[in-house]
């Protein structure tokens, strides 16, 4: 559980406040909100040029905001190479930024969830790194929130050129609703399909999903069918990242792309495994 909830779920517990408007006020001193026209930041500065059609190596991975040890070795080890990088729960606490900024020749894009009131205002969020500049960067927020903590998730999706192509990579950096129900989970995914569908060209659609429910997996996979993706087929996906259901939270979806060596890796600096993949133009 998130070590910023829990004194507040403390709260709530030993004095049964049940009241819904009691419960807003409370967690309102947690966090706060940010207008979606505010909500892009970027860090870095990309190599620039083009992909290249031939090999687009990725990292994904949720970083569970860098609350483990061990990332500012793990990230550059398993990131140093790639040349798209997406992140779910990133933060923009100072280690973090200097973290991310230590990447030469990538240019980070940061979707903003909300902010840690508690914790100095620092943003959470989903991320995309890129060595090349993006054309087009879209973030999203969820129209529902999260049951009691009353904070959005965000997409972050961006558009990318490649060399001798007329059609740009879209990429999409995910970080599902989580406790939230159903339908909230569909509205959530429908932000991303509703860009997928007006974009003509190849995609990757990538993160944790959060698909801690057979529904929303089925629902996800038929979603995706119907669009002409193909889910990655890791060899040792075993190591994902499970939720209390025991149904696996970390996806990569794949449209127009051939995928090569698809890895998972076992860390200790998140809870969460990265998943690593190289891509090729069909």
Known sequence: ?????????????SFNISNAEAKRVLFASQFSLIPLNEAHRTLGHAQGGELDPRSMKVLTWNIKKGQERGLNI???RL????????LSEGYLKPDLVSLFESFEGI????????LYKKDHNYATGTMIGSKVNPSDVIITHTVDLEPLIYTPKAHTMAKYPIKGQNKELLVISVHGINMANHDAFVRHMDQAFFEIDHHDGPVLFAGDFNTRTKKRITHLFQ????????SVDFINGHKRSKGFGGNFLDWVFVRGLKVKNPNVYSVKSSDHQPMHFEMAME
């Open 223 to 230: 979603e995706n069918l119907k669009r002409g993706f193909q």
């Open 1 to 13: 559980m998130d070590r910023f909830l829990i004194p507040a779920l403390f709260i709530i517990l």
């Open 79 to 86: 990131g140093g190479d790639r040349d798209l990088i997406l």
């Open 74 to 76: 793990d990230l550059p």
């Open 107 to 114: 240019v980070w894009d940061f979707g903003i969830s909300f």
